[in-house]
Nanobody, 118 residues
Framework: QVQLMESGGGLVQAGGSLRLSCAAS????????MGWYRQAPGKEREMVAR???????NYADSVKGRFTISRDNAENTVYLQMTSLKPEDTANYYC????????????WGQGTQVTVSS
C-alpha cells in the first residue's frame, strides 16, 4: 500500500511564504516524476510544478520565479517552497507521484489547504 502525505499548508498574508512537503511511504521500488497540483473552488485542478527523478523541474507560468520544487530521493519526499504568495494562490494543493509498487501508477495525496489573505 502506497500513501502520499502532504503537510505545510496554512493561512498566510499576501507576500508571505510557505513550504509544502509530501512524503511517499509504503511498498515503493522506484519513483519517477513528482509534482504539485492545486484546485481552487469552482476551478479545475492545475499543475503547479513538476520534477523528474534527476531533478529537472518545470513550472506553471503563474508561479515561475516565486515557487521552487525540490525532492529528496532518499526520503521519497518532494517539497514546494512558495514565496511572494498572492491571494490567487489560495487553493487545495495536492501532491502527485509516479510510483513503482506492484505496477507503475500515479498516486495522489489527500491535499493540504493554502489560504493567502490580502
Amino acid at each position: 500500500q502506497v500513501q502520499l502525505m502532504e503537510s505545510g499548508g496554512g493561512l498566510v498574508q499576501a507576500g508571505g511564504s510557505l513550504r509544502l512537503s509530501c512524503a511517499a511511504s509504503g511498498n515503493i521500488y522506484s519513483i519517477n516524476d513528482m509534482g504539485w497540483y492545486r484546485q481552487a473552488p469552482g476551478k479545475e485542478r492545475e499543475m503547479v510544478a513538476r520534477i523528474t527523478s534527476d531533478g529537472t523541474a518545470n513550472y506553471a507560468d503563474s508561479v515561475k520565479g516565486r515557487f521552487t520544487i525540490s525532492r529528496d530521493n532518499a526520503e521519497n519526499t518532494v517539497y514546494l517552497q512558495m514565496t511572494s504568495l498572492k491571494p490567487e494562490d489560495t487553493a487545495n494543493y495536492y501532491c502527485k507521484a509516479d510510483i513503482l509498487s506492484t505496477i507503475w501508477r500515479f498516486y495522489w495525496g489527500q491535499g493540504t489547504q493554502v489560504t493567502v489573505s490580502s
